[in-house]
Antibody
Framework: QVQLQESGPGLVKPSETLSLTCTVS????????WSWIRQPPGKGLEWIGY???????NYNPSLKSRVTISVDTSKNQFSLKLSSVTAADTAVYYC?????????????????WGKGTTVTVSS | QSVLTQPPSASGTPGQRVTISCSGS????????VYWYQQLPGTAPKLLIY???QRPSGVPDRFSGSKSGTSASLAISGLRSEDEADYYC????????????FGTGTKVTVL
C-alpha cells in the first residue's frame, strides 16, 4: 500500500524559498504523476502542480512563476520549491499521487494523499 | 481562485438524503470529468468519486455523483454522523495551459 510523507521546515521567512519533500513508500514513484496541493488556514484546496516520474511538469498558472517541482527516482521522492513567499503562502501542504489516463476524455485524480505539513511564513 | 462554485453549507438529519451542487464552465466541467473529495476534520482529503460517478474501493454506495452540462452534483443518501465533513468537487480546466481546479467547498453538518 503506497504511503506518502511530507517533510520540511515548518517556518519560512518572507521573501525566502519554501522547500518541501514528499517520500513515497510501499511502491515505486515510476509510472505515475505526483502532485502538490495546499490549503490555507480555514480555506479551500489549491492545486500547485504535478510532475511525472520522467520529469515533465505542469504548474498552476497563478503560481507558475514561483514554483519548481522536481523528482528523484533513486530516492523515491519528489520535491516542491516555492520562491519569494509571503504570508499568503501560509498553508497546509499536501503531496498526492495523481492517477491519470484517457477514457473518452483525459482523467486526473488524486487517489493517495500524504497527511500534510503546516508551513507558516513569518519573520 | 476557485472557478467551481459550491454552496458553503448543507445539512440533514441521520438517514436523510443530502445533495451538493458544483457549478463550472465549458472549459472545466463541460469538457472534463468531475471528481469529489471528502475532508474529515483535521485530516487530508480523500477521493470519494472519480470520473463523474465512479466510487473507489471502500467508498460506500451511499455516495453517488452525477454530471450534466457544466454542473455536477454529489448525493449522500442515508446520511450518517460520520459523513460530517467538507466536500470539494474538482475538474481539469483546459483554459490557459491547463490546471486542476477545486470547488469552493461545502461543509456538511449532520443535525
Amino acid at each position: 500500500q503506497v504511503q506518502l510523507q511530507e517533510s520540511g521546515p515548518g517556518l519560512v521567512k518572507p521573501s525566502e524559498t519554501l522547500s518541501l519533500t514528499c517520500t513515497v513508500s510501499g511502491g515505486s514513484i515510476s509510472s505515475y504523476y505526483w502532485s502538490w496541493i495546499r490549503q490555507p488556514p480555514g480555506k479551500g484546496l489549491e492545486w500547485i502542480g504535478y510532475i511525472y516520474y520522467s520529469g515533465s511538469t505542469n504548474y498552476n498558472p497563478s503560481l507558475k512563476s514561483r514554483v519548481t517541482i522536481s523528482v528523484d527516482t533513486s530516492k523515491n521522492q519528489f520535491s516542491l520549491k516555492l520562491s519569494s513567499v509571503t504570508a499568503a503562502d501560509t498553508a497546509v501542504y499536501y503531496c498526492a499521487r495523481l492517477t491519470s489516463g484517457v477514457l473518452g476524455f483525459p482523467y486526473y485524480y488524486m487517489d493517495v494523499w500524504g497527511k500534510g505539513t503546516t508551513v507558516t511564513v513569518s519573520s | 481562485q476557485s472557478v467551481l462554485t459550491q454552496p458553503p453549507s448543507a445539512s440533514g438529519t441521520p438517514g436523510q438524503r443530502v445533495t451538493i451542487s458544483c457549478s463550472g464552465s465549458s472549459s472545466n466541467i463541460g469538457s472534463n470529468y468531475v471528481y469529489w473529495y471528502q475532508q474529515l476534520p483535521g485530516t487530508a482529503p480523500k477521493l470519494l468519486i472519480y470520473r463523474n460517478n465512479q466510487r473507489p474501493s471502500g467508498v460506500p454506495d451511499r455516495f453517488s455523483g452525477s454530471k450534466s452540462g457544466t454542473s455536477a452534483s454529489l448525493a449522500i443518501s442515508g446520511l450518517r454522523s460520520e459523513d460530517e465533513a467538507d466536500y470539494y468537487c474538482a475538474a481539469w480546466d483546459d483554459s490557459l495551459s491547463g490546471c486542476y481546479v477545486f470547488g469552493t467547498g461545502t461543509k456538511v453538518t449532520v443535525l
